[in-house]
């Protein structure tokens, strides 16, 4: 018998190892190729599937849209057509003319409304207007002439003081309620002339001169007007500060106006 080398049986062996692992990888491989292919093509048929039926109800007025038409075969399809043909206008069109009139009608009862009430309030406030402006238009002697006096209510001069009690209490708003801004203005003189100081102004001088209680000793100054405050009690400080502060809010006063 003739010997075997065990070095070709040894590749005989691998040789053959070596086909059969490459039949087998190529039989899988066909194997997936085609489940690929096969689960491809039913992914497609679903997708056509679900498409169809997400196109059947698509309508339009009663009546189908594109090819879906011609695909409904027999008298059936005859009778759909015919029918969506002829309800559909029916609730278009007896709807629309019976909703729409009863807002047409509804707009011209409602707009007079106002309308009619604009001209009977109106004329109110312009009544009231021509009636009230002459009266203000027009002031009555009295009260001019408490304009130009030291008293609001036209008083005349007073034979004493404007204000006797500026000099023993502090004086509110209430005190000058009835003082024009000229009795205000000599309300504040009042308490220089108390202490004897005389006026450059004539206007001032001319009324104080007047009054029995006044005698004009001191010229007219600064250092004067600093003594006198000087000689001032705390009532009297207080009052003519307030006193001057009221002349400035209510515009000052000019002597000879």
Known sequence: MAEINPKRAKKKNSSGTLLAVLYTMCTLAVFVFIGL?????VVQR??????TADQRPAVSDGNLQGDQNSGISGDGGGQISAR?????????QTQAPT?????????????????????TEAPVPQTQALTEAPAQQQPSPAAAAAVSGLFKDGSADPDGYILPQSDSQYLTEADLSNLTVKGVCYAKNEIYA???RKFLAEELQKYFGKQTWYSGTLEAG???DQKIV??????E?????????????LGGYSFGS
């Open 37 to 41: 292919v096969a689960f491809h093509i």
């Open 46 to 51: 679903r997708a056509s599937e679900n498409l």
């Open 84 to 92: 969506a043909e002829t309800e559909a206008p029916v609730q278009v």
């Open 99 to 119: 909703e729409a009139p009863a807002q047409q009608t509804q707009a011209p009862t409602e707009a007079p409304v106002p309308q009619t009430q604009a001209p």
């Open 194 to 196: 108390r202490h004897g």
């Open 222 to 224: 600064e250092e004067t």
């Open 230 to 235: 000087d000689i001032m009690n705390e009532y």
């Open 237 to 249: 400080k207080s009052n003519k500060d307030f006193l001057a502060q009221a002349e400035t809010l």
